[in-house]
């Protein structure tokens, strides 16, 4: 048989030729170490560089924003370059505190591992500037970040803040100039110097209520823990804050904001000195819309301060709150909050399935990055659904922000170096309109949680009672006035608002009793002064009631019930030219008042 040369080779040399072909592998391969390595791109400023900073750094890092040094140029950030790597590395900047989960939040911050690395290899290389073109800087709104406002209100004082010393938090009174009812679709916080304010944030006082605390108008007062009166049911609705960072935006369509006239914006503010005397004069931008709201949003507020007792040197003290959904909500967004021991802050949504969802979960707590996280898209919870806070704290020496050095017994408070457990949800609740407001039906299963958890709690007694007061359930509403009272027996609202329920069941002696405690704490109380002026008149004690409807007057000169009735007990008191003064008065600020014009006729007809 004949065989050709080259089947013979491979079937009698098999061995052979595969073994020469491992060997020529092996020579390329040799050959390829030996000659030399091809040089990895190196990696520039302007090419990888820039775009990220750009992008994730220069809206705090320029002149007149929070960054402590502008990032906008080749020459700026690499002398901050090894610093940059550092940080980034570490995840310490760009700040975003939630851990990574299946909700996402709107404006999400943060650095892909692939570009912490580039930022690391570019330091490595000598932070090269590079030939590419720079890419431009993105536009940046100056002054106003939503364009001009319909309407800017200025502090009518500025605050001096020393150079040295503890924190501050100051409250400017913000008086608005409206002339009638006003829809707001966004709301823009200039806090002054930003270098100075760690944090600030608008609580809406539609009664004045917070001018009473000025030493002088315009001047505005100290302190953390502020309480905003109201004449009837409208919860805390809007995240009106600012802290480095934020970027104001509008709220969504049907979320507007009423501001009425006589409405005052209370900037709370969390200051901190610079080293040196400063002054600071905030402003705030209100923009305008003519569509009415249509969706009521409502602040659930969760809380745990009672059980904050955390001992020097532990360094995982954990604290806890649950809260059951009464009925079906959207959960539009989310702001937990503790000071400087907190260290990690979980929030669980269990649902009636049992399944859950983690609502935020922040590892590394930092006070200083705290912020309002909104969903990207709205989070359906059902009634029955199990919302849980979850946080711990390290008290230890380890903990670099500790501000206690040796670390020290630390309870809840509002100083900031002692702690707090907060965890605010913005929802939107749905149905409940067979139950009335669904939003009473949230605060009353609030308050009810918040009264079991903690019988000391004075607001949560307190706004229970109001709120049974209104459905008129009047013998459990007493006694959660009665509970809150034992709190505070000298709260001059809770004194007022329970001496106006028993006036409304007939106890005149003892509503009559509460109206004067509650001028015995506060002197300047209108409506105090106007219900003891009321009570004083059913028992006949004219001349009391003169007294107290004239100071009702002297603080309320535009009132014209007041007005109306100080004339009516001058009538019944046979004091019939004054008596005559103040019913035209009233009938002056509101025509339409009845009590003044019927008792005007009867004036007429004596004569």
């Known amino acids: 048989m004949m065989v050709s040369f080259s089947q013979f080779l491979l079937s009698g040399s098999a061995g052979k ?88 939040f709107a404006d999400q911050r943060g650095l892909t591992d692939e570009q912490i690395t580039l930022i690391e290899r570019w330091v490595d290389q000598g932070a090269m500037e590079g030939e590419s073109p720079l890419p431009p800087l993105p536009p940046f709104a100056e002054g106003w970040q939503l364009g001009k406002p319909d309407m800017i209100v200025q502090a009518a004082k500025p605050l001096h803040v020393p150079a040295s010393g503890t924190d501050i938090y100051w409250n400017f ?80 369509d049907g979320m507007a904001l009423r501001f009425d006239k006589g409405t005052d914006l209370v900037l709370n503010t969390h200051l901190q000195p610079s080293g040196k005397p400063e002054i600071i004069q905030p402003s705030i931008g209100l923009y305008f819309t003519d569509q009415p709201a249509t969706l009521h949003p409502m602040l659930l507020q969760m809380e745990n301060d009672a059980r904050l007792d955390i001992p020097p040197g532990e360094r995982n003290f954990a604290v806890t709150d649950d809260f059951t959904l009464p009925l079906d909500v959207d959960l539009l967004a989310i702001y937990p909050h503790a000071h400087y021991l907190g260290k990690d802050m979980l929030a669980l949504a269990t649902l009636p399935d049992k399944s859950t969802k983690t609502l935020i979960h922040i590892k590394r707590w930092d006070l200083n990055w705290q912020a309002v996280y909104r969903y990207a898209a709205p989070v359906f919870l059902p009634r029955g659904t199990t919302i849980s806070m979850r946080y711990s704290y390290d008290n230890s020496a380890d903990n670099q922000a500790n501000p206690h050095h040796p670390p020290q017994r630390v309870m809840g408070g ?59 359930q009047l013998d459990e509403a007493t006694a959660q006035y009665e509970a809150a009272l034992r709190i505070r027996p000298d709260d001059a609202v809770a004194n007022n608002a329970f001496g106006g329920l028993l006036a409304s069941t007939g106890h005149g002696d003892e509503a009559a009793a509460r109206f004067a405690a509650a001028l015995k704490s506060r002197p300047d109380y209108f409506d ?57 008065k009233a009938l002056q600020l509101d025509p339409q008042n009845t009590l003044a014009r019927e008792n005007l006729e009867q004036l007429r007809e004596r004569r």
């Open 173 to 252: 009174v913000l008086r608005l100039p409206l002339e009638s009812p006003r829809w707001v679709k966004a709301v823009e916080i200039h806090p002054g110097d930003k270098r100075l304010v760690h944090h600030a944030n608008i609580l809406v006082d539609r009664t004045q209520s917070a001018r009473r605390r000025e030493e002088e108008p315009g001047a505005g007062f100290g302190g953390m823990e502020i309480r905003i009166e109201a004449e009837t049911f409208e919860p805390d609705s809007h995240f009106l804050f600012w802290k480095p960072g934020t970027v104001a935006a509008a709220e969504p």
């Open 528 to 584: 105090a002064h106007y219900d003891l002026g009321i009570v004083l008149a059913t028992q006949g004690d004219y001349r009391g009631a003169i007294e107290h409807f004239s100071a009702a007057v002297r603080l309320n000169p535009e009132d014209a019930a007041a007005e109306a009735n100080l004339g009516s007990a001058l009538a019944l008191a046979e004091q019939l030219p004054e008596a005559k003064l103040h019913l035209e």
């Open 17 to 104: 030729i595969l073994a020469f072909a491992l060997a020529t592998s092996a020579a390329v391969a040799l050959a390829q170490s030996a000659a030399p390595a091809r040089a990895e791109a190196p990696v520039t400023f302007n090419r990888e560089i820039a775009p990220i900073i750009f992008h994730n750094c220069v809206a705090c890092h320029r002149p007149g924003e929070a960054g402590p040094f502008p990032l906008r140029t080749y020459e700026e950030v690499h002398s901050h370059a090894r610093q940059i790597a550092a940080v980034t590395r570490r995840r310490f900047m760009p700040p975003w505190l939630p851990e990574p989960g299946d909700l996402k």
């Open 414 to 472: 509002n100083r900031s170096s002692d702690e707090m457990a907060h965890l605010w949800l913005q929802v939107l609740p749905r149905g409940a309109e067979a139950r009335g407001d669904p939003r009473m039906v949230l605060q009353e299963a609030l308050a009810r949680h918040n009264v079991e958890k903690n019988p000391a709690d004075f607001e949560a007694h307190y706004n229970l009672a109001s709120m049974l007061q209104a459905r008129n």
